[in-house]
Every structure is written in structure tokens, then in C-alpha cells.
């Protein structure tokens, strides 16, 4: 039976999903496929081109250290104004520099099968970018031929941080709000499915029309979830994020959790 982990994060809190990563290593619990969105999906792009322990680490850090939303925002206030850094891209080159240094250039470099989850902001469509899942469009779009810069970009927009990414004439973001990360791996052969949710509650969206076709796919994805026979272990982690300032903090937190929760782990994927 395959083992799924699903990730999300925003901003600094994806070292959270590099230390879930970590511990689970240390636990030897072999993870046969991720799906992951925000932040988190840049640790698990990682782990499924085989780069883990001290590398894995340094690697996030020189991406998402310092850049939470409230260090985001605070430095578009310095600046006088967000144009002027959103103009910049600096994750997008922060991205690039990293995978580049790590001779990581396309989606061939996986190891291992990953999806990197977003949702099109148009028409509340949930995204995956995936080699391992046949394409498919409607109720839920996956994209098989896709620049993997372009693809973790488009994940790691966050609404009032990080303009949405805009490929293939679909508007992407972030679809950790709207808990729509998972989905990927029910459909992909997993039969149990780790989820840590380590974004946080999100605000919700202004009522308008976007907001009700999300509502629409949100319907959709609880269907499939409920219709499907893959059991899920949620690891209840963001809810100790309190007092973390640095990446380091947020890592230890994840790892550390994550261990707690070991003996459940095990419990749920080796003995139930």
C-alpha cells in the first residue's frame, strides 16, 4: 500500500514541512507520494529529488527565511509601496538560484512521483502540476508538461504578499485556503495519506463570483473524498506556531511534533 503526504505551508511556515520531511526520515517512514502547496511545496520538491537532511535544509532556508507574510509586508512598507517589489520577482529568482545550485532544472529530476498543488483564481479550478497523474481538465485541471520554476511560483502566491502566477492562461495561487492539496494523491494510488496543514486559517474570500465557484469545487472535493477509499492521518502541528520568529524555530516545531506524534503515525499506516 502506497503512503501519501500532503503539505501546505505559507510563507516562513513551510520549514515546518522541512522538518515533517525530516522526522518522518528519522522515523523510516517511506514516503511513495507528496502532494504539496505554498511554501511546503518547495521542501517536498526537494525530498522527492532525493536532497535531504543539512542540504534540504539550507536550501529552504536561503529561500523562505525572513519572507512570512509580516516580513513580506512590512518590507512593502518600507519601500513605499508594493509595485516596486512585486516588479522584482525575488522569489521567483530565489527559486531558480536554489534549484540551479542543486543541479535541479525539471520535473525529470523527481525521484520520486510529487504534485505541486495550486487553484485558478478565475474559476476556482483546483491545479495540480504533476508527471505521474494523466492530464485531465474540468472540476479539477492537471498540467504534465510544466516548468518547475514556474509551477512552485505559482503555488507559493499567497493573496496581499505575492502577485498570482499566470500559466497557461490560468490564474494561480496558493490552494492551501481552501484545503485542496490532498487531492492529488487519492487519485494517484495512495492508500493512506498523511496531511499536515501548516498554513494556518486563512481569511476567507470577499463574497463575489469567485468565491462561490470555489465553494462549487470545494463540494466537489469533499464528494471525492468522501467516495474514495483513502484513509487520511491529519497531523495537528500549526497549532503550536505561536512564538515562532525564525526559520529554524519553525522547523524544529514541525520536526518536533511530528515526532510526538509517532506512535499514531505508526499506528495508522502499519497497524490499522
Known amino acids: 500500500m502506497k503512503i501519501g503526504l500532503a503539505l ?19 522515523m523510516s517512514v517511506d514516503i511513495d507520494l507528496l502532494s504539496a502547496t505554498g511554501s511546503a511545496a518547495l521542501p517536498a520538491v526537494l525530498y522527492a529529488c532525493g536532497v535531504t ?41 530565489r527559486i531558480r538560484r536554489v534549484l540551479t545550485r542543486l543541479e535541479i532544472s ?40 510544466f516548468d518547475l520554476n514556474e509551477a512552485l511560483r505559482a503555488a507559493m502566491s499567497h493573496r496581499g504578499v505575492l502577485l498570482p ?7 494561480l495561487t496558493d490552494s492551501g485556503y481552501r484545503n485542496l492539496f490532498s487531492w492529488p494523491l487519492r487519485i494517484s494510488g495512495a492508500g493512506k495519506v498523511l496531511v499536515a496543514d501548516l498554513s494556518g486559517c486563512a481569511p476567507p474570500l470577499k463574497p463575489g463570483k469567485v468565491d462561490l465557484i470555489c465553494r462549487e469545487a470545494d463540494l466537489y472535493a469533499q464528494k ?10 491529519d497531523l495537528p502541528i500549526c497549532r503550536d506556531f505561536k512564538g515562532a520568529a525564525s526559520f529554524k524555530d519553525y522547523f524544529e516545531l514541525g520536526y518536533v511534533r511530528t515526532m510526538e506524534l509517532k506512535e499514531e503515525i505508526y499506528d495508522f499506516l502499519f497497524f490499522k
Open 224 to 233: 471525492l473524498l468522501t467516495d474514495s477509499s483513502v484513509s487520511q492521518f
Open 53 to 93: 537532511g543539512k542540504e534540504a535544509f539550507e536550501a529552504a532556508r536561503r529561500v523562505l527565511d525572513r519572507q512570512g507574510a509580516g516580513a513580506l509586508r512590512y518590507k512593502l512598507y518600507r519601500m513605499g509601496g508594493r509595485d516596486r517589489v512585486f516588479r522584482r520577482d525575488f522569489m521567483e529568482k
Open 165 to 171: 502566477r499566470v500559466v497557461g492562461g490560468m490564474c
Open 106 to 145: 525539471s520535473p525529470g529530476d523527481f525521484k520520486k512521483p510529487v504534485s505541486i498543488a495550486a487553484i485558478d483564481l478565475i474559476t476556482g479550478c483546483p491545479v495540480a502540476f504533476s508527471r505521474d497523474i494523466p492530464a485531465m481538465s474540468g472540476a479539477f485541471a492537471v498540467v504534465n508538461s
Open 8 to 26: 501546505s505551508g505559507d510563507g516562513i511556515k513551510g520549514a515546518a514541512a522541512a522538518g515533517v520531511l525530516c522526522a518522518l526520515g528519522e
